[in-house]
């Protein structure tokens, strides 16, 4: 989990101090990583409808990044959510197994428009869903509504893909932490990936342009012919080391492990809508739905 500032957030952790401050990483001003020029040009001439996905939604947490998001069927009236991962939660990293739903939050969200100024604080009211288990992502309900978002900031929330990804679609991490832009493309999809004591199945592997840093962690990536969230980034494989945190690994179905050092990856979000309903309640019993249950 190396995308929030992980290594001092993980001693912290582990003495029990909670979330961590941030730590040394490279400047916000410098230059959004993109792919390569031939990357580019196939894609573009494959998807001539590309979107330029902007900050607009994304948040900057205290020790990662987020977005604003709503599900296909949210109504305006509904509480917003946020986006983020499971290893961002201020209390801590989750234990294998664990599972948070409806617990009281007050955290704080700096709220981005499409250049990446920062136009709004958003406060949470508890933390809807949390788990590290199968999937490394926290939804924080909010304090405000999106038709209230939207009429006082111009913002519109980010809306998360029903439907699983596809290999091979342009996409961009939208960091709001750093304020800043990864390009690149859908590489493929892990059977299982290890790191530390966490299980992730089904995990998003970009192609290696996405060369995401500490910070990044819980920022959106969004597919970009559409504009929806399609996952969550959250590790990649810092020192080539099998299985450890901060280095993943990948499992097939067979078992067999492979290592690739300096690849990140994301946690698929399909599966969230069919948990919540138009008013952005979390119904884990709803009929569809498969996220892991406390």
Known sequence: MRKPLVAALFALVIAGAGAAPAVAAPAPGAPAATASAAEADTRTAASPTLQAVTLAGTVALSNCSGSVVRFPNSLDTAPALVLTNGHCLESGFPEPGEVIVNRASTRTFGLLNSAGTRVATLRASKIAYSTMTDTDATIYQLTSTYATIRNSYGISALTVQDTHPTAGTAI??????????????????????????????DSVRYTSACDTIGGTSGSPVVDQATGKVVAVNNTGNEDGERCTV?????????????????????????????????????????????????
């Open 172 to 201: 961009t991490v939208a960091s709001g932490y750093w304020k800043r832009l990864y390009s690149c493309s859908i590489d493929g999809f892990v059977h299982t990936m290890k790191e530390g004591d966490w299980t992730w199945k």
């Open 246 to 294: 901060n280095n993943p690994c990948e499992v097939d179905a067979s078992g067999n492990v492979t290592v690739r050092q300096g690849i990140n990856y994301a946690q698929e979000t399909y599966q969230f809508p069919a948990c919540f309903t138009t008013g952005n309640q979390l119904s884990l019993s709803a009929s569809g739905c498969v996220l892991p249950k406390p």
